[in-house]
């Protein structure tokens, strides 16, 4: 109904435009406007009144039964507490001609946004290898240790008299330089003084982003420096050596990861962890569950933590999918400590001090150290 209304008076303000220019035609030609002219103006006023008061009373009775209306002053009340239409109507002007100003229901200028505290988080995915590592402070820039390279045994039953067998032993030095990850970020000096929980959450992201990267390095760092020689770098694990035909027919597997187990033991070291890719570990996670039986070697400790076989099973972000370590990794790998996380601010970076900017850098510096190679055989866990 309020449009109709509205559309009426715009209706009117089209002829009140068009008679007020009439007016003005005769007054110029003839030096008065017509006593029809007058009339019908009048006659258009009136009707204009009418339908802004009927727009009034619609919108307060609106108002009194709790509907929602015009945060600003509506089309009938600009027109009505228009002076031009009060000059129109104490007959000082000819024509009248009011523009109308729209206003938005509901609008936000009005109305204060429920802001909540903190900060929406993006994705952390859970970084789960460093803590199955054994882990030693290092004030120095590399890490050296001297490694068992090779042993012959040759103890044997000997003869009152006989010679007594010889056995060998040989050594090997290594060295390990410390690696340094980090990264870093610019913000504004207003933002870090004045949202004190963007950022601290600015902190907790560039700490994580360093640990994230180091979770990869740690598996598959290459060690040409800057990079950290992982666990899948050369020299530092025992390949599995099983190939596809060795593994029977059906959870293949679960069959390689048992394989792998007995000749860890045999070896002389027994296996205290299964490192996977979280997706290698579902998959596995599902034959078993849809195997007659295969239920019973699936098991959760009381913190959720999966085992298979009586191991706990490591699922790492940093693990290459289709592949698989399985040992005493406890055995195997020391992480050295240089230090851990350190998150410095500056604002003398490049032109930080004229632009009002910080830069935040995070960074950390540690090595891994392989003492026993052989105490972890790994490989690709579909072998051809």
């Known amino acids: 109904m309020s449009e109709a209304i509205i559309k009426s008076l715009e209706a009117v303000e089209h002829n009140l435009q068009a008679m007020s220019e009439k007016a003005d035609a005769q007054q110029k030609e003839n030096g008065k406007v017509s006593e029809d002219t007058k009339a019908a103006i009048d006659a258009i006023g009136v009707t204009q009144r009418e339908l802004a008061d009927r727009l009034v009373q619609m919108e307060q009775k609106a108002k009194a039964e709790g509907q929602n209306t015009e945060s600003g002053a509506s089309w009938g009340d600009q027109l009505v507490k228009s002076d031009k239409l009060a000059s129109f109507q104490r007959g000082e002007t000819g024509k009248c001609r009011i523009e109308v100003k729209n206003t938005l229901t509901g609008s936000a200028t009005t109305v204060a946004p429920d802001r909540k505290p903190g900060i929406v988080p993006g994705a952390f995915q859970l970084l789960t290898l460093e803590q199955f590592l054994p882990s030693l402070p290092t004030s120095s820039n ?39 990850v980090a990264h870093w970020i610019k913000i504004s000096k207003q933002l870090a003084a004045d949202n004190v929980a963007l950022a601290a959450y600015v902190n907790i992201r560039m700490k994580y982003g360093v640990d994230r990267r180091v979770e990869t390095q740690l598996i598959a760092g290459n060690g040409t420096a800057p990079n950290i020689s992982g666990i899948f770098d050369a020299g530092n694990f025992t390949a599995h050596g099983y190939a596809d035909a060795a593994l029977g027919t059906t959870l293949k597997k679960l069959v390689l990861i048992r394989k792998i187990m007995a000749d860890s033991w045999a070896a002389g070291y027994p296996s205290d962890a299964i490192l996977l890719n979280p997706v290698d570990w579902a998959q596995i996670e599902i034959d078993l569950l849809t195997t007659a039986g295969g239920q019973t070697l699936l098991r959760y400790d009381e913190a959720g933590q999966p085992r298979l076989w009586g191991l706990p099973v490591i699922q790492s972000v940093g693990m290459t999918a289709d592949t698989v370590a399985v040992g005493a990794f406890g055995q195997a790998y020391t992480v050295y400590n240089r230090s851990g996380v350190i998150v410095e601010l500056s604002d003398s970076d490049s032109d930080n001090f004229t632009k009002n900017l910080v830069t935040i850098r995070a960074e950390r510096r540690l090595a891994l150290a392989t003492e026993i190679p052989g105490a972890v055989r790994a490989g690709d866990l579909t072998p051809a």
């Open 142 to 180: 590399a890490i050296e240790f001297t490694r068992e390279l090779a042993f012959t045994n040759s103890a044997a039953e000997t003869a009152e008299g006989a010679a007594k067998p010889e056995s060998a032993i040989t050594f090997e030095l290594v060295n390990m330089p410390v690696s340094t």
